[in-house]
């Protein structure tokens, strides 16, 4: 009988390692996604004061990037026209100002998400620390019950 509670303590113990395994997994993929939107949202930002500069800039000269670590001056014929990626491949032009308050209410949504991503990382990070606490005792329950046998 001892054998069998000691087994199903065994099953226990590699059904824990398992789920710690996939929660930090998922801890990874949350990490992930936290910097994906903050890249974006650093992006935003650099968008945004590059939209701001080109309204007060006489001659609206900027380095564009062709590539390869190559970049050129080039003059912007049109300021206030902006062209705007939306999603799905999808672009539409907007005033200047249009573009920096669509950029901001990306940023505010990308924030929002970043939030959530945070918080349920938070939450994983404490199941995995209970999930440890366990695994924890555990291991000593079987170091104690393997010292008890000799």
Known sequence: MADSIQ???QRELMTL????KEYGQ???IFVGQLELLENGRMEAHAAIEALEAMIVAEDAIVL????GGASVKAKIL???KVLLSIG???VIERSNKDAIEFLKERIIEMEASQKKVSETLDRL???MNEINKRLEA????????GQEQE
């Open 26 to 28: 998922q801890a990874e």
């Open 138 to 145: 555990g291991y000593q329950q079987s170091v104690a019950a």
């Open 64 to 67: 564009h990037q062709i590539g």
């Open 78 to 80: 049109e300021p206030d």
């Open 7 to 9: 087994q199903m303590d």
């Open 125 to 127: 990070r404490g199941q």
């Open 88 to 90: 799905a491949e999808v």
């Open 17 to 20: 390692q398992h789920y710690m």
